[in-house]
């Protein structure tokens, strides 16, 4: 992976080294990997209890009105806690959420 404003020469190095089947990543983009594997995984705990109780209504096939609704808040109030989980679960949809949280054993 190389980011569009890499150098001309980097470019043909990396096309190159594809053509091997080789894996090439630029500096900048190999460093950002790096920092994402030392970070420490975010812990379970940090979901606030709201936050696990619209995770478990999620999990349940609730859409957002209907996670407002049984919760009495409103849509984007559930929009904000569900953004909120996505970021402490490092990822970035509703089935990705449910599925981190299952494999980390937030839901039965």
């Given at each position: 992976f190389l980011l569009k404003d890499s150098p001309r020469e980097?470019?043909?190095?990396?096309?190159?080294?594809?053509?091997?089947?080789?894996?090439?990543?630029?500096?900048a983009v190999g460093a950002r990997v790096l920092r994402r594997v030392r970070e420490p995984a975010p812990r379970a705990a940090e979901l606030s209890e709201r936050e696990h109780t619209v995770l478990r209504l999620v999990a349940r096939g609730a859409t957002n009105k209907e996670a407002a609704a049984a919760l009495f808040i409103s849509e984007t109030t559930v929009k904000t806690h569900l953004a909120h989980i996505y970021t402490k679960l490092g990822v970035s949809d509703r089935a990705a959420a449910v599925a981190t949280a299952y494999a980390r054993g937030l839901l039965p």
């Open positions: 980097e470019v043909f190095r990396a096309v190159r080294a594809a053509a091997v089947g080789e894996t090439v990543l630029s500096p």
